[in-house]
């Protein structure tokens, strides 16, 4: 039912709150974009709850606003920018959508002075002068019978641009995600690191899904690839990449939820571990810290309390293993002083004497 | 046509969400229209998800966000013991005489106006009084409300619209038959209308926190920005904090990027091989070095004497947002004597920072010449021909030397000096004021005391400096 009122013409007067020109430009190209052919063909994406389920399967339990944000990322064709402290599984969350979803995943680190030959293609240098020395004895039977050089020149232009075609070029991860046959899911990981250049470079695949190569055109995606951005906010990002995305914002999760993610990451663990490991990194994350633990520091301590067969946290057992939560010295010594306290604190909400 | 009628509560909420200061783009607005035809209106933590996701895009905005979707989709549940069961709005609203378009229908005609807002009271049907008072508030235009004053006028209008002035009558006529029944059910009806009084303010005052937030905030950050520094009350400190810190930020990011010019001359050798790989290493295209233009270089001098002080509060906090901004910036203090702050402004928090600075040095007699020759002393050799000196202050050195000759050096060796004065220029050269004589010395001098002033100066400072 939601793929038959999509593909029904944008109602215009619904705009109408809209300055004229801006709808009518906008609603142009909507329309283009509703015409396109719009893949809707992945069913499990048909209600927020069938997603929320989906990502669980996939081992990633989200909230009711990051499977809304999956969800309408699919519907409305559009990028979907993730910001929120390390740590928090926002890599995770497209990883886990691309392994729900049996789509490829395709991953861009970005990182100062990423340019589009590494980002989007590049020629395949070598087996353009490797063809070219093969094909040097064969230059004879095209030109051959010219008489001068015009003629030669013009028989040689009329085999087109070979040398630049599709068979020499060198799909980047952009490229590859707009090729996909199936669709895939594009992670543009840690988009903050980048150069503001090449933020404007995106803008073209964010709000089109195209790209335009200049020897060859423009490249269509074969099916709209669901596309996260991840940000850690370490500079502020243009308004134009934020007005073309979804904004998601992933903060770190309340003892409840996060108890539910150590136990589909940690299976085996006891319950009253469990409620007394939450119960201590939520109490660390209250305090005046440099870094605080996230999810994943947290799951990798639930591994080893496993590994080490702890029921119930002591002192002593808390203060060893504190180095897998605090990365900073100057955080383990601060937080050190109050281990006994918040170690008891941890005991008492789990119920455990 | 699925998100026609959405487009109504829609259209009125995106302008809520703007006014409350989120920045909802044309595009914004589009999408959220979208948005709102795939999930529509029935489950409203969806609905307040999905428009979260379509319009706030930083977490100050998904709190301000938050705070005006609550504020405009809580709907008006007048004060009632029971809970109102759904039906009965549905109900009500197909009887010909509660129906709200009815009960609008004008100021004081009688009938079924009348009839109607008397029937709902009487009835207390609270769900389709809510409707009715809704109508009523969109036909008196209540999204142009605009300052407090203006509650008591719009309560009235809405009043009317639903129909009172034909009540009020009726209700005379009751009391006119001085029957113990028709005076009885006037007195009944007075109380309900006082009720509803009492819902109409509530309502009306919710919508103007709804509609007018915003404009009343920019309406005084406007007032802020022009208005002299020394003049600004202590109240507006942190507004006035956030509009510095926005304007330096602003600043910042126009000018500190770093452009690229070609050097020409100078092969990129492994550059080259690399590009021309293609073809063999023969170099058809060549690459060039280049070079990095520098950032400016700027040297803040910052009088933070008595005869300053409510200034330079300001000029602090500027020069700290300016100094978290450009990375090349030398900040320095003076009044009696000249100290360098660059390393508190880099380490410290604003507070603490302004507050050390002023502890440091703050507050004496200035003496300008006295401080320039200190500046002489300490750190006139780092000051090159690129360098930008920006001088904060009154020149009112106390009748002291005021070392115009240091000025003199510093003027040949900077590349310009830019003198900033909180004085009016009428003020210039008067009582101890030293101004005219540091002027011939300085590329520009120029009047500086508003949060504008300051903008405008920074702005062309750094325009030339790149």
């Known amino acids: ?353 | 046509m699925i998100a026609a009628p959405a487009s109504e509560p829609l259209r009125r909420f995106l302008q809520v969400a703007r006014g409350a200061g989120l920045k909802v783009s044309a595009a914004e607005g589009i999408d959220a229209a979208r948005a709102l035809d795939i999930v529509g209106f029935e489950d409203r933590t969806v609905l307040k998800d999905t428009l979260g996701l379509v319009l706030a895009k930083t977490p100050d905005e998904k709190a301000l966000y938050d705070e005006a979707f609550d504020l405009y989709f809580k709907r008006d549940e007048f004060s009632t013991d029971r809970a109102e069961p759904e039906e009965d709005a549905e109900d009500s609203e197909q009887d010909p005489f509660s129906s709200p378009s009815n009960g609008s229908g004008g100021d004081g005609m009688g009938g079924q106006g009348g009839q109607s807002l008397g029937s709902l009271l009487a009835n207390d049907d609270r769900a389709a009084l809510a409707t009715a008072m809704e109508q009523a508030a969109r036909e008196a235009g209540i999204e142009n409300i605009r300052f407090f004053t203006q509650k008591n006028l719009y309560a009235r209008r809405i009043l009317d619209r639903m129909g009172l002035r034909a009540l009020e009558r009726d209700m005379e006529a009751m009391r006119q038959t001085g029957t113990p029944e028709g005076l009885g059910r006037a007195q009944f009806l007075d109380g309900r209308i006082e009720a509803l009084r009492d819902s109409i303010r509530d309502f009306v005052e919710r919508n103007l926190l709804l509609f007018a937030k915003g404009d009343t905030e920019k309406f005084r950050e406007e007032l802020l920005k022009s208005a002299r520094l020394s003049n600004i009350e202590r109240r507006d400190l942190d507004r006035m904090r956030v509009l510095v810190r926005q304007m330096a930020k602003k600043l910042a990011a126009r000018y500190a990027k770093t452009r690229r010019r070609r050097l020409r001359g100078q092969l990129d050798t492994r550059r080259t091989l690399r590009r021309n790989m293609g073809w063999g290493g023969i170099p058809f295209i060549t690459v060039w070095k280049q070079k990095r233009i520098e950032k400016p270089r700027v040297m803040v001098l910052c009088d933070v004497s008595g005869s300053v002080a409510a200034m330079s509060q300001f000029l602090l906090m500027f020069m700290y947002a300016i100094n978290e901004a450009l990375s090349d910036i030398r900040s320095f203090a003076f009044a009696g004597s000249l100290i360098e702050v660059s390393e508190i402004l880099e380490k410290e928090p604003v507070e603490e920072a302004i507050t050390k600075i002023m502890s440091l040095i703050g507050f004496g007699s200035s003496n300008y010449g006295n401080s320039f020759a200190d500046f002489e002393d300490g750190w006139m050799r780092h000051v090159t021909n690129k360098t930008t000196v920006i001088i904060l202050g009154d020149a009112r050195g106390n009748r002291t030397d005021p070392r115009t000759d240091v000025i003199g050096r510093l003027s040949q060796r900077s590349k310009r000096i830019i003198w900033l004065n909180p004085e009016y220029k009428s003020a210039w050269g008067t009582g101890d004021s030293d101004m005219y004589r540091y002027a011939p010395f300085c590329n520009l001098v120029s009047v500086c005391n508003t949060l504008r002033h300051l903008e405008r100066a920074i702005t062309d400072i750094l325009e030339d400096a790149t």
């Open chain 1, 1 to 353: 039912m939601l793929c038959g009122s999509r593909a029904e013409p944008w109602p215009s007067n619904s705009l109408t709150f809209l300055p004229s020109d801006a709808i009518r430009l906008l609603n142009s190209s909507l329309e283009q974009d509703v015409n396109d052919a719009l893949p809707l063909g992945i069913e499990p994406l048909r209600s927020i709850d069938a997603v929320e389920q989906g990502l669980s399967e996939a081992g990633y339990i989200a909230n009711r606003q990051i499977s809304t944000a999956i969800y309408m990322a699919h519907h409305l064709q559009k990028p979907i920018l993730v910001e929120g402290p390390a740590g928090v599984g926002k890599t995770e969350l497209a990883k886990s959508v691309a392994s729900w979803l049996k789509l490829p995943l395709i991953r861009m680190q970005c990182y100062e002075g990423l340019d589009e030959s590494k980002a989007l293609y590049e020629w395949k240098y070598g087996k353009q002068l490797l063809y070219t020395q093969i094909l040097k004895d064969k230059i004879n039977s095209v030109i051959g019978d010219a008489d001068d050089l015009a003629t030669a020149l013009d028989k040689l232009h009329s085999f087109g641009d070979v040398f630049f075609s599709h068979q020499f070029l060198e799909p980047r991860p952009l490229l590859r995600s707009l090729q996909e046959p199936g669709g895939s899911v594009l992670l543009i990981d840690e988009i903050d690191k980048s150069d503001q250049e090449f933020e404007a470079f995106l803008l073209e695949i964010l709000s089109d899904y195209q790209v335009t190569i200049p020897e060859i055109g423009t490249v269509h995606a074969l099916v709209p690839p669901i596309v996260l951005l991840t940000s850690n906010s370490t500079r502020d990002l243009g308004d134009a990449l934020k007005r073309r995305c979804l904004h998601l914002h992933i903060g770190f999760p309340d003892d409840k939820l996060e108890a539910k993610i150590i136990s589909s990451r940690v299976p085996g663990i006891d319950g009253r571990l469990l409620k007394q490991l939450v119960s201590f990194a939520q109490q660390l994350r209250a305090l005046d810290l440099k870094k605080v633990p996230s999810v994943s520091e947290t799951i990798d301590w639930a591994k080893i309390m496993l590994l080490l067969h702890v029921s119930v946290l002591d002192v002593d057992m808390v203060r060893d293993t504190l180095n897998v939560l605090l990365k900073f010295e100057a955080d383990i010594e601060s937080a050190g002083k109050q281990l006994a306290c918040l170690t008891h604190k941890a005991r008492q909400d789990a119920g455990v004497a």
